[in-house]
């Protein structure tokens, strides 16, 4: 049993690594390209995440944010704007790990 748990979390820490490489190289791409972060790129929540301390932001599955600032000291986190329907914009950290880039169409 200990063994098999031992794989699955060495699976999942794997998983976790690929898919936050993917998401950094993506982000490098948009930098180098010369659009800051959060222009002309769609980001969604691929998963909910309840802020738990200050400056945090929760989001829900599939809601669009817009990326403020990739941090490098601090990877793992991004700083993102949620804009409600009435105008009002709120921003906060979330980690990288529950966002995902998505493409623009058209």
């Known amino acids: ?3 098999y748990s031992k794989s699955i979390r060495s699976r999942t ?3 976790y690594r690929d898919a936050k490489r993917r998401f950094n190289k993506s982000v ?5 390209s010369g659009r800051e972060p959060g222009h002309n790129e769609g ?5 909910d995440f309840k802020a738990t301390e200050k400056g945090q932001l929760s989001v829900t ?13 601090a990877p793992e986190w991004v ?4 804009t409600w329907e009435n105008g009002e914009q709120q921003r906060g950290l979330v ?3 529950v966002i995902s880039s998505v493409e623009p169409t058209g």
């Open 1 to 3: 049993m200990l063994r």
């Open 13 to 15: 820490q794997s998983l």
């Open 28 to 32: 490098r791409s948009h930098q180098s």
């Open 43 to 47: 980001c969604v929540a691929v998963d």
């Open 61 to 73: 599955k599939g809601q669009r944010v817009e990326v403020i600032e990739y941090y490098g000291d």
């Open 79 to 82: 700083l993102v704007s949620i």
């Open 95 to 97: 980690p990288c790990s």
